[in-house]
């Protein structure tokens, strides 16, 4: 077990196919999460779309709550939650959650391009934030989470230039030890735990450094970075394994802008334990719902569909007059009180209750899918259900 001051993480096994299975635990031991898991993606302190009576009932929702510096940098503010005194988890009415801070938010387009020496842009609604080491540690000292993510630039290389992406890895190591060197006078600073990134785009040459560099710091944890949209599934597996292979087993490792079930699959083989969560977000942004079958008995029937879409859109035509629920047997408000036809109606007349519906849909399978992840891994069926759902949903 790694003892750390704002979570504890406990390892419990690791499978053949390097899954990692553990424990994330908070509130003095009160409260414990399972791993692989995904983080509740919040903008804000809010998820977005719902309302906090329906998150309530949506099940089994995680109790470790992702908060985006862009969304909270400008309101409520640093000037705010000082003058406030009691942190986000008073602020937000989330006393009994697990408050992580990562730098950028993972749902939106990278800008590392605008980064400069000293500092990283961060945007919000007015524009764009330069913000300092020093004035990122006064926010997360007003703030007080339980976990941050080091102030990092994480330049991917598919956008940028070898020299850009070493330049990113000299400037997140920088400012990983001048938050080292403040957090040794703070004392809200060392009740929070602290995450390293692990930057370097695909550049592997440049992941080794920043990893290994990286390890050397006194942390509790690390968070690997630079993963846009447009990644590469070659490159992306190169980086992890290379990784993954340098980094303390005894250490949760964190991991942005990877969230499709392809992408879970790819991390978690690779040691992956915290995923950001804001996958169900973006497929609600473009109107769609999850589908895949989730495949809790290999031998049910929808796991032996030759064919069956990972996602399909509410906008199209052909769910008109479709009147059943998104997936037979999903617990959610959405598949237990409506229909395909009616969530179109909804979409095609840009009602904001369709994203509220979608949201509750795509948050609750999303959920599910890493509940049943960590019953497979446990049963050791892991392999068997992963090929289920691919032969199943991927590519089509």
């Not at 842009?121 to 020093?134: C, F, I, L, N, Y």
Request: charged letters at 20%.
């Amino acid at each position: 077990a790694c003892m750390i001051s704002g979570m504890d993480f406990v390892l419990e096994k690791v499978t053949s196919q390097g899954v990692r299975v553990g424990q994330l635990i908070f509130s003095g031991g009160r409260i414990v999460q399972e791993t692989p898991m995904c983080l509740l993606y919040t903008r804000s302190g809010s998820t977005p779309h719902l309302i906090h009576e329906v998150l309530q009932d949506i099940p089994e929702r995680p109790l470790a709550v992702l908060m985006t510096l862009p969304s909270l940098y400008e309101l409520p503010g640093a000037v705010t939650m000082e003058r406030y005194k009691n942190g986000a988890h008073n602020f937000f009415s989330l006393k009994d959650h697990l408050l992580y801070l990562s730098i950028q938010d993972p749902s939106a387009p990278s800008s590392s391009s605008y980064n400069e020496s000293g500092t990283t842009s961060v945007w919000s609604h007015s524009g764009r934030h330069k913000v300092s080491v020093k004035d990122y540690a006064s926010f997360v000292e007003s703030l007080r989470p339980n976990v941050f993510e080091s102030l990092c630039d994480s330049a991917s290389s598919i956008s940028n230039m070898q020299k850009r992406v070493k330049k990113s890895v000299d400037r997140t190591l920088l400012f990983l030890d001048e938050m080292l060197e403040l957090r040794n006078s703070s004392k809200a600073l060392q009740e929070c735990s602290l995450l390293g990134a692990i930057v370097g785009g695909d550049d592997i040459t440049e992941r080794i450094r920043s990893t290994e560099e990286t390890v050397k710091r006194p942390i509790d944890g690390f968070v690997i970075e630079g993963f846009d949209i447009e990644h590469s599934p070659d490159c992306t597996q190169a980086v992890l394994s290379k990784v993954s292979s340098l980094l303390p087993p005894d250490k949760p490792r964190f991991i942005h802008g990877m969230g499709s079930p392809a992408d879970v699959f790819r991390a978690v083989e690779n040691g992956v334990d915290v995923f950001d969560g804001a996958y169900p977000y973006m497929v609600t942004q473009r109107d769609s719902a999850l589908v895949f079958p989730l495949c809790w008995m290999l031998d049910q029937v929808d796991c032996k569909s030759v064919k069956h879409p990972m996602e399909i859109n509410l906008g199209d035509e052909r769910f008109a007059d479709d009147f059943t629920p998104f997936m037979d047997g999903c617990m959610c408000y959405a598949c237990k009180y409506h229909t395909k036809a009616y969530i179109h109606h909804l979409v095609r007349t840009k009602e904001l209750l369709a994203s509220v519906l979608l949201m509750c849909h795509n948050l609750a399978h999303y959920i599910m899918f890493f509940k049943v992840l960590r019953s497979a891994t446990m049963a050791g069926v892991y392999e068997d259900w992963k090929a289920a759902i691919v032969k199943i949903s991927f590519n089509n």
